[in-house]
T-cell receptor
Framework: AQSVTQLDSHVSVSEGTPVLLRCNYSSSYSPSLFWYVQHPNKGLQLLLKYTSAATLVKGINGFEAEFKKSETSFHLTKPSAHMSDAAEYFCVVSPPSGSARQLTFGSGTQLTVLP | DGGITQSPKYLFRKEGQNVTLSCEQNLNHDAMYWYRQDPGQGLRLIYYSQIVNDFQKGDIAEGYSVSREKKESFPLTVTSAQKNPTAFYLC??????????????FGPGTRLLVL
């Protein structure tokens, strides 16, 4: 069994300040983990994924995430927020080498970027 | 350009009416998926298909039907039995083998509204 918890439903930051979106997972194995971003009325876009290679994963648009097995976390960070980062972010977990059928989605974190 | 297209962008349903949402992909992916997204919630799986002429129910299949007659196409019908159809519907696709099989790629979505 697997589950994923996004610890904040809303996060608000000022433009130019760091972003931290928190995700904890529960899994009986070492999972694959993803972050997706969704802009209003759009589909989900893959930001980055962890699949048991390097624990620090770099994604698009300056985002990165670190897999911490001891803390069962996969937090998403960005050093400096941009107005265009305002969107909803989803943390997703999958069994290792499992099929995409087995994805479990978090409930999402809405990121607001203030000017 | 490879990708997933969904149409229409907005769809209005009258009481007792069946409506069909289109999903087409040119990524040569074997697997396709339909999700429902409600405000403030993650994605819930409606149906998925791993191969042509075969599909499986997801977590919330009641009131929906699908077909998979072609690899590229996976239409979703929202039937009159679905009593609360207002939502954002997302189609996705993935490989069924190889290094990237856990990754789903999403279309832009269809918003269904009830008149």
């Amino acid at each position: 069994a697997q589950s994923v918890t996004q610890l904040d439903s809303h996060v608000s930051v000022s433009e130019g300040t760091p972003v931290l979106l928190r995700c904890n997972y529960s899994s009986s194995y070492s999972p694959s983990l993803f972050w997706y971003v969704q802009h209003p009325n759009k589909g989900l876009q893959l930001l980055l994924k962890y699949t048991s290679a390097a624990t620090l994963v770099k994604g698009i648009n300056g985002f990165e995430a670190e897999f911490k097995k001891s803390e069962t976390s996969f937090h998403l960070t960005k050093p400096s927020a941009h107005m265009s980062d305002a969107a909803e972010y989803f943390c997703v977990v999958s069994p290792p080498s499992g099929s995409a059928r087995q994805l479990t989605f978090g409930s999402g974190t809405q990121l607001t970027v203030l000017p | 350009d490879g990708g997933i297209t969904q149409s229409p962008k907005y769809l209005f349903r009258k009481e007792g009416q069946n409506v069909t949402l289109s999903c087409e992909q040119n990524l040569n992916h074997d697997a396709m998926y339909w999700y429902r997204q409600d405000p403030g919630q993650g994605l819930r799986l409606i149906y998925y298909s791993q191969i042509v002429n075969d599909f499986q129910k997801g977590d919330i299949a009641e009131g929906y039907s699908v077909s998979r007659e072609k690899k590229e196409s996976f239409p979703l019908t929202v039937t009159s039995a679905q009593k609360n159809p207002t939502a954002f519907y997302l189609c996705a696709s993935s490989r069924t083998g190889g290094a990237d099989q856990e990754t789903q790629y999403f279309g832009p979505g269809t918003r269904l509204l009830v008149l």
